[in-house]
């Protein structure tokens, strides 16, 4: 896991050495992944974005970028 503050951005990473998938089959059929799901609903409605690299056999990562807003006066 790795967190940092980029000049505009909170960037959030986790990445594993499991199973992976193929992220081209996500969300189709049984064996959903409605964690990712919810994720990047959770990470858009901040106005960020998701991105999730994966390969069957090799892990997979997940890194959430939302930008960051100016105080209010």
């Known amino acids: 896991m790795r967190l940092a503050l980029a000049p505009q951005a909170l960037v959030l990473s986790v990445a594993d050495d499991g199973h992976g998938f193929d992220p081209e089959l996500q969300g189709r059929g049984s064996g959903e992944h409605l964690g990712l799901a919810a994720i990047r609903e959770m990470v858009a409605g901040l106005g ?13 990562r997940v890194c959430a970028l939302v930008p960051l807003r100016e105080p209010a006066p």
Do not use: K, Y
Request: no cysteine.
């Open 48 to 60: 960020g974005r998701t991105e999730v690299t994966s390969a069957p056999g090799q892990g997979t």
